[in-house]
C-alpha cells in the first residue's frame, strides 16, 4: 500500500514563501507522475502543477512563474515551492502519484495540507 504525506502548510501573509512536501511510501515513487493539486472552500479540485518521471514539469497559468514543482526520487519526496502567494492560493493541497506498469493503474493521494495566505 502507498501512502503519501504531505507537510510544510501553514499561515503566510501575501507575498511569503511556503515549500510544500509530499514523502510517498512503497516502490513506486520513480515511476510516478507526481503532481500537486489544491480545493479551496467551494470550489473544485484543481490541478497545480505535475512533474513527470523524466523530470518535465507543466503548470497551472495561475501558478506559473511562482511557483516550482521539483522531485528527489533517493528520498521519495516531491515538493513545491510558492513564492509571492496570493490570497486566492488559500487552499488545501493534496499530494498524487500516477502511473501505471504493464495492466497495473495507479492513483493515490495524499491527505492534504492546509496553506492560507493573509492579505
Known amino acids: 500500500q502507498v501512502q503519501l504525506v504531505e507537510s510544510g502548510g501553514g499561515l503566510v501573509q501575501a507575498g511569503g514563501s511556503l ?3 509530499c514523502a510517498a511510501s ?4 520513480s515511476r510516478s507522475a507526481m503532481g500537486w493539486y489544491r480545493q479551496a472552500p467551494g ?3 484543481e490541478l497545480v502543477a505535475v512533474i513527470t518521471t523524466g ?3 507543466n503548470y497551472s497559468d495561475s501558478v506559473k512563474g511562482r511557483f516550482t514543482i521539483s522531485r528527489d526520487n ?3 519526496t516531491v515538493y513545491l515551492q510558492m513564492n509571492t502567494l496570493k490570497p486566492e492560493d488559500t487552499a488545501v493541497y493534496y499530494c498524487n502519484a500516477q502511473g501505471r506498469r504493464g495492466l497495473t493503474i495507479w492513483n493515490y493521494w495524499g491527505q492534504g495540507t492546509q496553506v492560507t495566505v493573509s492579505s
Open 19 to 21: 515549500k510544500l512536501s
Open 26 to 29: 512503497g516502490s513506486i515513487f
Open 43 to 45: 470550489k473544485l479540485r
Open 55 to 57: 523530470g518535465t514539469t
Open 74 to 76: 533517493a528520498k521519495n
